[in-house]
């Protein structure tokens, strides 16, 4: 028996930032008070102009080989055209968040239009034992990525041989490399006793950059000018995932099952930016440029338990817990000049990521009450996440000097949502319903922070209330169905 499935598609996405011709861009800067908190005049100086063209073609085909094998086979062809025009001027800032008045904005400025190539093959192969109950996953994803550019060689030379000065000039251009991987996906699950399976998964995976992250500031006007501080990488690496992943599943009884999942990710080649700086460039009035780079790393370990109970119409649900730990040199792309920009070094040793949380427990439970009235319950804790624990007096310098700049240094607190939802049908005849429901989020209207400050205040100096995740919130509504 064959299945193939053929698909043709085209995506067309427009963006703009700005209604005003570019050559009418806004050209008064921000101002702002004695105290430099608040803006009081200027306009943002951002003007964009985006497109994307997405032609694609994928097929996918199943072959029913016996009854307890089957083999997929399939690809996917994707051809860009992608295009950026983009003005954007960024005030300079103290780690803190003051202005810095006196210096010159930073240009973000680029505009781009390439033609990238992305496409991937993959075959599995599915073995289903029926005698012991054991089924194997055995594949292979080919991945490319071309992005159809040539990469800009820096380099600082002296324009002459006397004054000991230096200047960066672009040498030459180099084609950007093909980008290629293949992935083996592996997985296994078979039962050890009648009531219990082991489940084993392991798998590389490929992600491929943004395509800012590989063309912004690349085209040779810019790099003769060297308009922008932030230079895109036409030779970036996808950013690569190997995963490990081993579970047990218990039947305590027809309707209750308990799990036990340990799993692992190394995340590698992980894009972040990097400032060039050449040698005695301050003396000449060259402060080099930022480039993105392939330099960072991040690991994620975690254990997760999982009690579920289902196939029961009176009381059903889950209760899990996880213990995640989540470390790397690198939480964003653009971190390695912001740190330059703040005079803080660059950082080698892992530390926790923004999104790592120890403990997260949820609870789920689905009930039928009294009067047929049908209820949806979840509560969520999860341990607070980290931030940067660095006071400050002024908005200029740290509150103590001596003290080392150390990422994600403390932690929020705890967040707990309890969201519920509820329903009575109400039959009105033999071929019509009414429906009575409700939604209520956040019930107990907790304060649960999402942000705060170096100096540890939730919601910075001026109090900001979307520092908290939303309050309560709750709906109401009828559903007449025919």
Same mark, same amino acid.
């Given at each position: 028996?064959?299945? /193939? ?11 703009r930032?700005?209604d005003?011709?570019k050559?009418?861009?806004?050209? !008064? ?18 003007w964009? @102009? ?5 032609? $694609?073609? &994928?097929g =996918? ?9 089957i083999? &997929?086979?399939?690809?996917e062809l994707?051809?860009y055209?992608?295009f950026s @025009?983009v003005?954007?001027? %960024?005030?300079?800032? $103290?780690?803190?968040g003051?202005?810095?008045? =006196?210096?010159p904005?930073?240009?973000? !400025? ?6 990238? +190539?992305?496409?991937?093959? #993959?075959?599995?192969d599915?073995?289903? %034992? ?5 089924? %194997? ?11 159809r550019?040539?990469r ?5 030379? *002296?324009p002459?041989?006397t ?11 180099v ?5 290629q ?5 592996m997985?296994? !699950? ?11 998964? /392991?798998?590389h ?9 590989? /063309?912004s ?8 000018n060297g308009?922008?501080?932030?230079v ?8 690569r ?6 579970g ?13 999942? /340990? ?7 992980q ?13 000449a ?10 330099n960072?790393f991040a690991n ?5 338990l ?5 196939? @029961?119409? %009176? ?10 730990? $989540?470390?790397?040199v690198s @939480? ?5 000049i ?5 005079g ?24 039928q009450l009294?009067? &047929?009235?049908i209820?949806?319950?979840?509560w *969520? #804790?999860?341990?607070? +996440?980290p931030?940067?624990?660095f006071?400050?007096k =002024?908005g ?5 000097t *001596? ?6 240094n ?5 967040n ?11 039959a ?14 956040n019930l107990?209207?907790?304060?649960n ?5 170096s100096?540890?205040?939730i919601?910075?100096q ?5 520092? #908290?995740y939303?309050? +309560? +919130?709750f ?7 025919l």
């Open positions: 028996m064959v299945h /193939y499935r053929l698909d043709l598609s085209h995506y067309y996405l427009r963006s930032i700005g005003d011709d050559n009418m861009f806004p050209s !008064s800067p921000y101002q702002y008070d004695f105290f430099l908190e608040y803006i009081v005049s200027g306009d943002r100086a951002w964009a @102009d985006t497109k994307q063209n997405i032609s $694609t073609v &994928k =996918d085909l199943d072959i029913q080989l016996t009854s307890e094998n083999l &997929k086979f399939g690809a994707n051809q055209d992608i @025009d003005v954007k001027y %960024v005030p300079q800032t $103290t780690y803190f003051k202005i810095l008045p =006196d210096e904005q930073l240009n973000y !400025s680029s505009s781009y239009h390439y033609f990238p +190539r992305t496409g991937s093959v #993959y075959l599995q599915k073995l289903e %034992v029926e005698k012991d109950g054991a089924v %194997v996953n055995l594949g292979f994803r080919y991945e490319f990525l071309d992005p550019s040539e800009p060689v820096v380099e600082y030379v *002296t002459d041989s004054s000991g000065q230096y200047q960066s000039q672009v040498t030459r251009f084609p950007a490399s093909i980008k991987q293949l992935s083996p996906r997985g296994l !699950s078979f039962p050890i006793m009648w009531n219990m399976l082991l489940i084993m998964n /392991y798998g995976y490929f992600q491929f950059p943004l395509f800012d992250y590989l /063309y500031g690349t085209n040779p006007q810019q790099l003769r308009v922008s501080v932030l895109g990488n036409p030779d970036l690496k996808p950013e995932t190997h995963a490990w992943e081993v047990l599943k218990y039947g305590l009884d027809e309707k209750t099952l308990l799990s036990l999942t /340990y799993f692992k990710k190394e995340f590698i080649d894009i972040d930016s990097k400032t060039f700086l050449p040698s005695k460039a301050r003396l009035g060259d402060y080099g440029f930022a480039e993105y780079v392939n960072a994620a370990e975690g254990l997760e999982v009690l579920t109970r289902y196939r @029961d119409e %009176v009381l059903s649900g889950s209760l899990s817990y996880s213990l995640m730990r $989540t470390e790397g @939480d964003y792309a653009n971190q390695g912001n740190l330059q920009q703040w803080f070094p660059v950082l080698n040793e892992p530390y926790p990521l923004s999104w790592d949380q120890l403990h997260s427990i949820k609870l789920v439970i689905d009930a009294p009067l &047929k009235i209820c949806n319950a979840v *969520t #804790y999860n341990t607070g +996440r931030y940067t624990y006071p400050t =002024d200029y310098t740290p509150q103590d *001596t003290q080392p700049f150390l990422p994600n403390a932690r929020l607190t705890s707990s949502t309890v969201n519920l939802k509820f329903s009575r049908k109400l009105l005849g033999d071929l019509m319903s009414l429906t009575l429901y409700g939604d209520v989020r107990f209207n907790g304060l922070a999402r942000w705060a400050d100096n540890g205040r919601g910075g001026l109090g900001d209330p979307s520092a #908290y939303d309050p +309560r +919130r709906s109401l509504g009828l559903r007449y169905e």
